[in-house]
């Protein structure tokens, strides 16, 4: 056991309890225990198997080879359609990890065998960006915001293209927009650090909130 995922787990504003049931599961299958990406992750031999995380709504256990997985309880949940690996098993209370474990033990075994069979998830090449028409109609007044725009990673590019599109009136996605230009500009993503200061480094963790105006 790793004393970093016991603290990860006192130090939890919710589902303690639930992470603590989900871990001594995933422990009795004899896996590594490490914390990655801030929460409790076991690994085969090196290889990510599943990760322990927390939501508002629910606490879940991440098969990162999910995809692959024989859902025959039909309890795998993929969370976004962006995500081509990964499927959740969700609970929203320990009962249910209690009524499931027998279920989980025998997705954490399959996923085990996955690994050690070398087996790969066939990843769909992502499609090209399709563009607001709010944003082409700014591109072609603003050649240098485009230029900036392509500049950017597929993946920095697509988080701007579903901030503006979740915008249901044109008024407000072209609001979005024109306040995203000065970091587009600048090179950064939607939710990349602009001060300096962030310790997640590129992403923003709020640090500008205590930058002091002179």
């Known amino acids: 056991m790793n004393p970093q995922v016991d603290q990860f787990i006192i130090k939890a504003k919710q589902w303690q309890k639930e992470f603590d049931a989900l871990r001594e599961i995933v422990l009795e299958c004899k896996l590594e225990e490490t914390i990655k990406w801030k929460h409790p992750c076991y690994m085969l031999e090196g290889a990510n198997i599943v990760l322990i995380h927390g939501f508002k709504q629910y606490c879940a256990l991440l098969f990162f080879k999910g995809a692959l997985i024989t859902d025959t309880k039909r309890v795998l949940i993929q969370q976004t359609e962006q995500v081509q690996s990964a499927r959740q098993i969700r609970f929203s209370n320990l009962q249910e990890i209690s009524k499931q474990k027998a279920t989980i033990k025998a997705y954490i075994k399959q996923a085990i065998e996955l690994e050690k069979s070398g087996a790969k998830v066939i990843l ?19 050649s240098p915001l485009k230029k900036a725009f392509e500049a950017l990673t597929p993946g920095r590019q697509r988080a701007y293209i579903l901030f503006f599109e979740s915008a249901k009136q044109t008024a407000t996605r072209t609001t979005r927009i024109e306040k995203s230009i000065p970091k587009i500009l600048c090179g950064k993503g939607l939710n990349d650090c602009t001060c ?12 500008h909130k205590f930058v002091k105006n002179k």
């Open 124 to 142: 769909k090449k992502a499609e090209p960006n399709k563009l607001p028409e709010e944003l082409t109609s700014i591109f072609k007044k603003n």
């Open 196 to 207: 300096g200061l962030s310790k997640r480094m590129p992403n923003c963790d709020g640090s």
